[in-house]
């Protein structure tokens, strides 16, 4: 039995794996605190209506043929007993024996792929070869708003790190561990849950309540695909 399985009869969302690479704090807030994020501006600009929402559908269809496959499935509802995960995958594609997901975003491409995005489309990849028994060594992520499509080889040292992130993110849960991190201020403008992170209150009072200790000074050299 994994020992995600063991400290938590819930499963973990694909989702909450990524906000937790984005940012541990944010799980812990979730699902421990019982917190629901705050709606910011940002999130207000990607609210989307029905029409919209058609548009983006028709649009992602015609992205999604370049990658010239026979068998394309949308928004693909998964969960695996096995790893703890539950997750909807964009797309998944299948040649043969191996199965791909394809995650849309709504953003142009960024210089560098952001480690919360990669680690979703591999937490996909794990759930697809748990729920479909085939193999998964591509994903894709396409970037709506500069038509781009980017390919990534999906190694077993990746599934792997990310399997050790699902068990992080479900210890923090089911222990109710307040995670030691700290965070670039650009992060945490537009988080909806800036306020509840960073109250005006003394931290003095959060180590009193016992819910606050100071961030290791270590640094972590473990990164996903280095």
Do not use: W
């Not at 906000?19 to 989307?48: A, N, S």
């Not at 029905?50 to 998964?78: H, P, Q, S």
């Not at 797309?91 to 142009?108: A, I, L, N, T, Y």
């Not at 849960?173 to 800036?194: D, L, M, N």
């Amino acid at each position: 039995m994994l020992l995600s399985e063991s400290l938590s009869n819930e499963p973990l969302s694909v989702s909450d794996l990524k906000q937790f690479v984005y940012c541990p704090k944010i799980p812990y807030f979730m699902h421990v605190l019982g917190f629901r994020e705050r709606i910011t501006e940002c999130m207000k600009e990607g609210t989307e209506s029905e029409d919209r929402i058609v548009r983006l559908e028709e649009r992602r269809r015609k992205l999604a043929k370049k990658l010239n496959v026979d068998v394309k499935l949308f928004d693909v509802n998964l969960y695996s007993e096995k790893l703890g995960l539950v997750g909807t995958i964009d797309c998944v594609v299948v040649r043969g024996m191996e199965v791909s997901p394809v995650e849309f975003k709504s953003s142009p491409k960024p210089k560098k792929v952001s480690e919360n995005h990669l680690i979703q489309l591999v937490a996909y990849a794990l759930l697809l070869e748990s729920c479909m028994k085939k193999v998964s060594k591509k994903g894709y992520i396409v970037y709506e708003k500069s038509d781009d499509l980017l390919e990534f080889s999906i190694t077993e040292k990746m599934k792997r790190y990310t399997m050790k992130k699902i068990e992080e993110v479900k210890r923090i849960i089911a222990e109710e561990v307040f995670p030691e991190t700290r965070q670039p201020a650009s992060k945490c403008t537009s988080c909806g849950y800036r306020k509840v992170c960073q109250p005006y209150i003394p931290k003095s009072l959060y180590s009193f309540a016992g819910v606050y200790k100071v961030p290791s000074k270590r640094g972590t050299s473990e990164r996903l695909g280095e």
